[in-house]
């Protein structure tokens, strides 16, 4: 009898692999062709330079800009533009979704269909395993719904939580345990579950020698957990910038923040009588990936109010190491494409890096209209690294400040850290399952490999709440978006998955959950 | 089935193997007490486990198993172990508290896998690691199907990857070593639990549906019996329950001309073939007495017919030896009760129960849920019985960490769980050693009998954490502490060296060589003949004899592999176990005599008067239940 099973199995997983084959092919022609027409005809830079090397192959002229450094000026007059919405707007009719509170039944049906994946991974020793995804009675469940439900289908957690308190604890020989049944249980290309387990236990077989000292910890035998993808540090730079766009594209886990954040820009831009010179501090972790929008956006401000100029200014890394999602590969650059891009809708353009915030400092010029972006960097700082770099964000006295972060926080405790990070990550996962349809795509890989290095983090997160306090501490006001920035939010998300849902954070926040759960929130912030 | 008859025929092999055996302990016998003592310490728990250790503690899979139960040895450089474990009380706890293994497994030199991964295990196992992964998911998946954090999903996934893992075990193959096959038998078990199999109100389904499903099943029937014959021979898991219980039931019953046993799970009947034979081969002359046996089965399905045709079987050898027999049967109710007025009652028997528990599921006749065998043996109290022998898997002593509360019931499943796989380990190993070479024949027992076994211990286990279940420490402590209060009969006893010595010398010359057949039987026929000496000995108001159950327990274990012991853990009790690990308990129990067969009166507690000396078990030779039980087999094939 399991003989047939295990035939069975082998048919279904030979299926699913045939399945995956296919649609590996379509999603590497999508990316090929028009798989960006969310962003439209208005960069279509990036989609006629898909040809990856094209990013490359025009080696920038000045390789290590520093402060002030402008890169080139785009002087000729906006040439006139479509009236079209906002890009923002642009919701592709090709990927029909539901409302965004309600889940998207079709969807959630998909993550259930391929039910035996192969995995691939180098690191797995059994070669067959089969890795069920998960059915979900219920989809995504609205707020709440079903939570109880959800919990017990998230087993990952139900053996990374216990394990991670053991760590703690030094109880070595519950740790050995639940190391080798994680060790069983993990794949860096199962389903959520799976790489949750993996990501999971390769954070906690790292976290180990700390906890339990070095001499305790070589005695637990640590099962084969390494990450066979790296992260973006060591990523491969086209594989790193494709991962980028696609992961925009797919998800709104970092779009909607920026697309907010964008909105919000440009319309400080438009305040004030006359057209003001713009300078943004990128303090951020888009990679440039954010830009282009906002300069879109900026040349159809109405009125002729389009800034004269537009200095960015990306602020270098502030934490060691850096915070997840925040390094990039060695030979990234997005300074030539940028600055192509801004001469081809006739934006005069500088790019500008600088090493920290103190020598943003030295850059700001009176007159211009400053505004510091802060998204999801500073939540991997350390609590008195924060204040600092507030405080130093209030010396630069913008006129806006966009404080985008992750919305979690533990209860102080180690394992309670843990377990918010962990839970944090099972969203990313399996949003990340959602959004590229089930499929290992190599992207997908690459963006959780940064994603699971979250779970190493040494600062505790921080809720909203938190937030709020010390941004006021710092000498901030909230402001609130406006609704324009919120409806073109709203339209924007209706093109992923249903799971996503946007809400309202409070005091003109925007908030952003995956079924029902808090994962980022974007707020604005004026000096007091 | 050509092929299973070779085996059949293999295992004749094996009990001249046996006969072997057996004469070195003929000798021992003839040397007198002095042997009996060296034996005895040799099979005590300690001195055991120390060979154990230092022998061939490598490759044992219980040892396995015991060194990942307790694999602090990880953390020697650590401080106290006690402070290693706070919230671990079921996996090291419950091992630490239970005597020989605790004191033997912080001892460096024991843990058969080490931690940088060198394992010394033999060459059962081809990836030993594999083993220990196999354990600790097994363990995981306990743990995540009880106590609070209780998820099923999480144990869904936990057994489809074992499945995976033990896969290749599905056609019982050579290549599967023993702890994958282990680890697939109780798999299944937690399938089962996971599925729903688990029964909400009634318990026992899964053993119920094995059984009948073999007894249904005409093509399996020949299998089971087949495997239960094997048993038989490769263990003395069988026969130590019913040499026991047949010895003080003899020892109670001795000069009454007639003796009803009420059996509750008759299963082949095969510990009343042995009885039966004790009876009829008196070296005094006596006439056998009349033997009515009563099988219990249960309202409906083919438990009535299996022990219908147990009877059959039982008539047939009954007349073959001369033994005057009636068979009969009572019905439990619908709802698995036992009513005492189901039993026909004739006057000037002396009334047996008999409660033969966790035996092979696969012929067992009666389904166990909550509550039936507490009827049995309340309602036997209630007829009067005059002694009530229990045999069952031994629960271990009662456990101090049930007091705590909270997670008790996590802890208490997957400690029992685990008390289940280490006990099953046991008898793998015992089968193991015992017949090295016949793993085909290993194969089918452990497929159709061992594995329903193993489903319904489990079952078992997971509905006792519901507090529904009988108790944690067996039925005989059920006995003494429930209101019943059943007072428990001490086991005639060997060890008074000089009464010993002294019968044993008046003994020799009278020797009679009873067996038929010669084989085996001239060593084991010595434990009967001191029958008449042993009377007067009675009289002298010495208490113990050689008949006794547990001498007779003892020679038996001398039949089969080393590893085996015995331990008089009571003196009502004798526990079977295999190096360290208790296996099963007989436990011989009398009733409070009652006035009036209805509800039993509280505190009425007359001591029965038990006759300690015996007939003995004249011959304990194994060919006959071969016999009684081949011949119905080659009947259905």
């Not at chain 1, 390769?202 to 957990?225: D, N």
């Not at chain 2, 008759?266 to 042995?274: K, T």
Request: glycine content about 10%.
């Amino acid at each position: 009898m399991p003989m047939h099973i295990s035939a069975a199995c082998k048919i279904a997983c030979m299926k699913a692999m045939n399945c995956h084959e296919k649609e590996h092919q379509e999603l590497a022609a999508a990316t090929t062709s028009n798989g960006l027409d969310w962003l439209e005809d208005s960069i279509s830079f990036l989609t006629a330079d898909v040809d990856i090397g094209g990013w490359w192959s025009t080696p920038p002229a000045a390789q290590q800009d520093d402060i002030g450094s402008v890169v080139a000026q785009t002087l000729s007059p906006p040439a006139p533009r479509p009236t079209t919405s906002s890009p923002l707007a642009h919701a592709s009719p090709s990927i029909a979704s539901p409302a965004v509170s309600s889940p998207s039944e079709p969807s959630s049906k998909k993550r259930k269909s391929p039910a035996h994946r192969a995995a691939s991974g180098g690191h797995s020793s059994s070669n067959q395993r089969r890795r069920s995804e998960q059915g979900r009675p219920g989809g995504g469940g609205k707020k709440g719904g079903g939570a109880a439900n959800d919990r017990d289908m998230r087993w990952a957690e139900q053996l990374l939580n216990p394990c991670a308190a053991a760590v703690e604890a030094g109880n070595l020989s519950r740790v050995q345990h639940l190391f080798y049944v994680l060790g069983e249980l993990n794949s860096f290309s199962g389903d959520a579950n799976h790489r949750l387990a993996a990501h999971g236990l390769r954070a906690l077989a790292r976290r180990l020698p700390a906890a339990v000292g070095p001499a305790a910890a070589a005695a637990v035998r640590v099962p084969a957990c390494e990450c066979p993808t790296p992260a973006f540090a060591c990523a491969e730079p086209r594989l790193f910038r494709a991962s980028l766009i696609r992961f925009h594209e797919v998800s709104p886990w970092f779009a909607l923040p920026n697309a907010l954040a964008n909105a919000a820009v440009a319309q400080a831009a438009a305040r004030g009588g006359e057209p003001r010179p713009l300078h943004v501090v990128d303090l951020g972790v888009s990679h440039g990936v954010q830009w282009p929008t906002l300069l879109e956006s900026l040349t159809r401000l109405p009125g002729g109010r389009a800034p004269p100029t537009v200095r960015l200014t990306v602020a270098g890394p502030t934490a060691t190491p850096p915070a997840p999602f925040s390094a990039s590969p060695p030979g990234y650059d997005f300074s030539p494409h940028l600055l192509r891009y801004a001469k081809s809708i006739d934006l005069q353009l500088a790019i500008g890096r600088a090493a920290s915030l103190d020598s943003v400092h030295g850059f700001v010029t009176a007159g211009e209209a400053l505004v510091v972006c802060l998204q999801f960097r500073l939540g991997h700082a350390a609590a008195e690294e924060r204040a600092e770099i507030l405080s130093k964000v209030r010396g630069l006295n913008p006129e806006l400040v966009v404080l985008s972060e992750l919305d979690a926080g533990g209860d102080g405790t180690a394992a309670g850290e843990f377990a918010a990070r962990l839970e944090l990550l099972w969203r990313f996962l399996e949003s990340t399952s959602a959004a590229f349809k089930g499929r290992d795509a190599e992207e997908r890989r690459l963006l959780e490999a940064e994603a699971g290095t979250s779970l190493s983090a040494e600062a505790a997160g921080e809720g909203r709440d938190a937030w709020r306090e010390r941004m006021a501490a710092a000498g901030f006001e909230e402001a609130a978006f406006g609704d324009e920035a919120v409806e073109t939010a709203k339209s924007l998300l209706r093109k992923y998955d249903g799971g996503w849902e946007m809400s309202a954070a409070g005091a003109g926040a925007v908030a952003l959950r995956w079924k029902g759960q808090p994962v980022s929130f974007c707020s604005l912030w004026r000096p007091a | 089935m050509e092929v299973i008859m070779d085996d059949v025929a293999g295992g004749e092999l094996e009990i001249s193997g046996c006969s072997s055996t057996t004469t070195s302990s003929c000798s021992s016998l003839d040397d007198g007490t002095g042997m009996m003592y060296h034996a005895w310490n040799g099979l005590s728990p300690v001195a055991d486990w120390g060979a154990f250790c230092s022998d061939d503690g490598g490759q044992d899979l219980h040892g396995l198993i015991e060194s990942m139960l307790c694999d602090d040895t990880l953390v020697d450089d650590r401080a106290a172990p006690a402070s290693m474990f706070p919230d671990d009380g079921y996996c090291c706890g419950y091992y630490n508290a239970s005597g020989p293994s605790s004191t033997t497994t912080t001892n460096p030199g024991t843990p058969v896998y080490d931690v940088d991964g060198q394992q010394q295990q033999g060459g059962d196992c081809p990836d030993p690691e594999k083993g220990l992964r196999l354990l600790h998911l097994l363990m995981a998946a306990a743990e995540a199907l009880s106590g609070p954090h209780k998820s099923r999903e999480l144990a869904r996934v936990i057994l489809v990857r074992l499945k995976e893992m033990v896969s290749h075990t599905a056609g019982a193959s050579a290549a599967a070593s023993n702890m994958e096959r282990l680890a697939a038998h109780f798999t299944d078990a937690l399938q089962a639990l996971l599925d729903g199999s688990h029964p909400v109100g009634g318990g026992g389904r899964q053993v119920a549906a094995a059984a009948s499903h073999h007894h249904h099943h005409g093509q399996h029937t020949g299998d089971v019996l087949t495997a239960f014959q094997m048993l038989q021979d490769m263990s003395p898991y069988m026969k130590f329950g019913h040499f026991t219980a047949n010895q003080a039931i003899l020892e109670a019953v001795a000069g009454d001309r007639r003796v009803h046993v009420v059996d509750y799970d008759i299963a082949e009947g095969v510990q009343w073939a042995s009885l039966m034979q004790a009876m009829t081969s008196r070296p005094d002359g006596v006439p056998p007495p009349h033997l009515r046996i009563t099988a219990v089965s249960r309202a409906g399905g083919g438990g009535s017919r299996a022990a219908q045709e147990a009877g059959r079987r039982l008539a047939a050898f009954a007349a073959s030896i001369g033994q005057p027999f009636s068979f009969g049967q009572c019905r439990l109710d619908s709802d698995e009760k036992f009513r005492p007025a189901t039993v026909r009652m004739v006057k000037g028997e002396t009334l047996v129960a008999n409660c033969v528990l966790h035996q092979a599921a696969a012929t067992t006749t009666v389904r166990r849920p909550t509550g039936s065998v507490a009827s049995f043996l309340t309602g036997m109290a209630a007829l009067g019985a005059k002694v009530v022998t229990v045999v069952e898997e031994d629960q271990g002593e009662p456990e101090k960490d049930d007091e705590e509360s909270g997670d008790a019931a996590a802890g208490g499943f997957v400690a029992r769980f685990m008390e289940e796989l280490h006990r099953y380990s046991a008898v793998w190993d015992s089968l193991e050693a015992g017949f090295p070479t016949q793993s085909r024949v290993r194969g089918l027992v452990e497929r159709a009998i061992l594995a329903p076994n193993i489903a319904g211990a489990v079952s078992r286990a997971y509905r006792a954490v519901g507090g529904d279940g009988e108790a944690r420490s067996g039925w005989g402590e059920w006995m003494r502490g429930s209101g019943f209060r059943f007072r428990a009969v001490p086991l005639s006893c060997f060890n008074h060296s000089q009464a010993d010595k002294s019968v044993w010398s008046k003994a020799k010359g009278e020797h009679t060589p009873a067996s038929p057949s010669g084989r085996g039987g001239s060593a084991m026929c010595a434990a009967g003949t001191p029958a008449a000496h042993l009377a007067a000995a009675d009289d002298s108001g010495d208490a113990c004899g050689h008949g006794g159950p547990a001498s007779q327990a003892r020679l038996l274990l001398g039949l089969f592999n080393d590893g085996y012991t015995m331990e008089e853990t009571s003196p009502n009790k004798i526990v079977l176990g295999w190096k360290s690990q208790r296996l099963l308990s007989a436990s011989v129990w009398a009733p409070p005599p009652m006035s009036v067969p209805s509800s039993p009166p509280e505190g009425v507690f007359q001591p029965v008067a038990m006759a300690p000396a015996s007939g003995g078990v004249g011959r304990m030779e194994f060919d006959y239940i071969d016999s009684f039980l081949v011949e119905p087999a080659y009947a259905l094939v």
